[in-house]
C-alpha cells in the first residue's frame, strides 16, 4: 500500500489593523506559513505546521484630549511584534 504525503505552504496579507488600543497595537501582519503531513497507515497519520507572523511596527499616541484618556493620562509607545507558531498533529481513527 503507498500511502500519499502532503505538504502546503502559502502566504497571506492583512490591512485591517486591530485599532489604536495599548491592548490591540497592531499594524499589517503578513503571514508565511508551511505544514506537512505523513500517513502511516490507514488509520494513523502526523500532521505538523510552521507559521512566521511578520507585523509591521505600529505607532500609538493619545492624549489627554482623548475622551477615553482623561483619567488614565497620555499613551505614546512604539510597538515592534512578531510571532512564531509551531503545531503538531496526530490523527487516530478508530
Known amino acids: 500500500m503507498d500511502l500519499p504525503r502532503r505538504y ?3 502566504s ?3 490591512a485591517e489593523p486591530a485599532g489604536p488600543h495599548a ?3 497592531d499594524a499589517n ?3 508565511f506559513a508551511f505544514g506537512a503531513g505523513y500517513q502511516q497507515s490507514e488509520r494513523l497519520s502526523f500532521d505538523v505546521g510552521v507559521v ?3 507585523i509591521d ?6 492624549t489627554t484630549a ?3 484618556n482623561a483619567v488614565r ?3 505614546v509607545g512604539d510597538y515592534q511584534n512578531s510571532a512564531k507558531i509551531l503545531s503538531a498533529q496526530v490523527k487516530w481513527l478508530f
Open 8 to 10: 502546503r505552504a502559502g
Open 12 to 14: 497571506v496579507a492583512g
Open 23 to 25: 491592548a490591540h497595537a
Open 29 to 31: 501582519r503578513t503571514w
Open 52 to 54: 512566521y507572523l511578520k
Open 57 to 62: 511596527s505600529a505607532h500609538i499616541h493619545k
Open 66 to 68: 482623548d475622551s477615553e
Open 73 to 75: 493620562g497620555n499613551l
